[in-house]
């Protein structure tokens, strides 16, 4: 067998959805040609305008208590919270050796960073979308938080 006809062969079996071929020609050459199997790797993508339209939500908080976790949700009729909108691990900073978005006792607005959610190795900035001063922060750094559930106080 030449060059040429082992490159037909290549380019026939690039071509089909055969796997593998083998050929014995009368003269006792053999050739064995193997493809391999193409894994596919997908990725989950999103691309920043669909992350700008998940925004967190913002709700008045129901003056009736929960009696599910009343020691930990205390709410007033004048607090509002920033929920989570999205399930993820929440960060209250860019990273470790950085500070907090925010404090206890800090000044937002609507478009003020307060935390990151890591959801599927992506990290998606949270912002207020309200104005007030951050009265309590419900959760701990590197918790996972459930869709809807309070991150914050505001007053």
Known sequence: MNFKEIKELIE???QSTL???NI???K???VTLKKEKETEIVTPQISQPAMQNVAPQVQQSPSVDNSVDESKHTVTDNHKTINAPMVGTFYKSPSPEEEAYVQVGDSVSNDTTVCIL???KLFNEIQAEVSGEIVEILVEDGQMVE??????KVK
Not at 147 to 152: E, N, V
Request: charged residues 30%; without cysteine.
């Open 24 to 26: 014995e020609d009368t």
């Open 28 to 30: 006792g050459s053999k």
């Open 12 to 14: 026939i079996l690039d």
């Open 147 to 152: 869709y809807g559930q309070p991150l914050f």
């Open 118 to 120: 890591e959801a599927m």
């Open 19 to 21: 796997t593998e071929i």
